[in-house]
């Protein structure tokens, strides 16, 4: 986490400050990490990654439609049909 601390610090881009979120969530919880990506939505609103990490960390504490909301919006701006697939799944399985 110390690392990603120096980097946030050096380049407090939104993308960064993703990645920082999700290894918050490992350290923290995903409540603590779904506060960060709260402050990142506007920013990286287009960006199919955040959605991803959103959709799952809304699925670790439980909160299954806006898990399922945003795996839809990770699905929809991907441009990878490998990686449309495994969030597809992720999604679909979260829906049972």
Do not use: Q
């Amino acid at each position: 986490m110390a690392l990603y601390d120096r980097l946030r610090r050096l380049d407090p881009s939104p993308i960064v400050r993703l990645n920082w979120a999700v290894a918050l969530a490992e350290v923290e919880g995903p409540g603590r990490a779904l506060t960060e990506l709260d402050l990142l939505a506007e920013a990286l609103a287009d960006y199919h990654a955040f959605h991803a990490a959103h959709a799952d960390l809304l699925r670790r504490v439980g909160r299954t439609a806006e898990a399922t909301a945003a795996y839809d919006r990770a699905i929809s701006l991907s441009g990878n049909p490998a990686e449309r697939a495994l969030l597809s799944g992720r999604r679909d399985r979260l829906l049972g």
